[in-house]
């Protein structure tokens, strides 16, 4: 299964989604490649940044021709998971192309909701091509106990071909102080709520499979 996390527009979460979601499925056990696709290689940075290996594996491939190239990898993991560039170009369309499932991180802010229009122009285009290509918007840094989320999640509902996944992530430190160590938040907080929203998300995209290979 190739997990594409994107979104054209920068900052919004991207590389924190795929780095989490990639520690929590190794941690149950799933071989697990995280493929960073943007230049700007932050995926990269973040593993080297690191002491030990990540507990995953971890490879630079900003190519406009990941959609060819990936398959031929993705035969050796469980799970590939695309760390996507910003920017509407090539890379952004052969990442889509290469994925089961797209994820589109968004944070709850107007700005955001109205920048998703461009993702989710390349995602119908992108089915034309590929008809049962997934896609689900993840809320990302949700202040807790604002009704902000749940605003974002309504205003994302004008794409309803596109739904809300249910798992939400909250802004919190440990997000950007486990990065910098180049840590997920599971290994720098196993029993964090970043911890637990993040093994939600996995679930939510991944348990589903898993019961129906069972
Ligand atoms: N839920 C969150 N809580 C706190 N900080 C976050 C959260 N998600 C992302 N960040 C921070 O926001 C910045 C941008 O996130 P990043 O994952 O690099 O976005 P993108 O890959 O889409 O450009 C980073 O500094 C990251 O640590
Ligand atoms: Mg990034």
Redesign the pocket.
Known sequence: MIIGVL?QK???????VAINLAASLARSGERVLLVDADPQG?AMAWSSTRESEPPFAVVGMAKPTLHRDLPRLAGNYDVVIVDGA?RVNELGRSAILASDTVLI?VQPSPYDVWAAADTVQLIREARQMKENLKAAFVI??RIARTAIGRDAAAALAQFDEIPVLAAV?????V??ES?ARGLSVIEAAPTSEAAREIDALAQEVFGSRKRKAA
């Open positions: 979104n920068g900052g919004v979460g991207k590389t924190t932050s910003p991180p990302n840094r992530l909250n802004q919190r430190i997000y950007a990065a």
